[in-house]
């Protein structure tokens, strides 16, 4: 009994939930829609990581991140994604399963760019006049210096995609996209 206590104080256990913070998540989410230039609505509501369009399963397989994106590197001697990443975003995968929407509050974006469901003039229609976007809760590696994010645009009738986006955080802590895994278009 001691020498378990002894453990648990020397070497803490960590919960998914304390392993990115939400100030991470929401920090990412914020700065890439801030950018936007064109009119857009941010649906606040999240798509599962084990949707119709990929399973959380391809996501995180090596060979499939080695194939679309692990070749491409920050510096000539680092590479973006590691399996120590792959382990520590499959469980983020796990903890997302619970979110099933953004929080509003947290958000840094301007209100006018969220897509408010309970106002049904905003629902997307056949010719929308903005672009409607939907994303998953962002991954991060380990190091918190990269991330992944699934995003789906709708522009209308046969206008739309899906893709697996990579952000690098940058020296001045800004996020800089640096690619992205097309997933589906129509």
């Not at 000539?76 to 520590?88: C, H, K, S």
């Amino acid at each position: 009994m001691k020498i378990s206590l002894l453990l648990f104080i020397l070497f803490p256990v960590f919960a998914p939930g304390q392993m990115v913070s939400e100030d991470n998540v929401y920090g990412l989410i914020s700065q890439i829609f801030e950018e936007k230039e064109e009119d857009y609505k941010l649906d606040l509501d999240l798509i599962p990581y084990n949707n119709r369009h990929f399973k959380a399963g391809d996501l995180l397989n090596l060979d499939f991140l080695k194939q679309n994106i692990l070749t491409r590197s920050f510096s000539a001697d680092t590479t973006i994604f590691n399996r120590v990443d792959l382990g520590f975003m499959e469980s983020q995968v796990e903890e997302s399963r619970n979110r099933k929407r953004l929080n509003e509050k947290h958000l840094s974006i301007d209100r006018k760019y969220l897509l408010i469901h309970d106002n049904r003039s905003e629902q997307p229609q056949r010719f929308p006049e903005f672009q409607t976007y939907k994303i998953s809760w962002p991954l991060f590696s380990k190091d918190k210096k990269a991330a992944l994010m699934y995003v789906e645009n709708f522009c209308g009738i046969e206008c739309g995609g899906g893709q697996i986006n990579i952000y690098a955080l940058m020296e001045d802590s800004s996020w800089k996209w640096i690619g992205a895994i097309l997933i589906w278009v129509s």
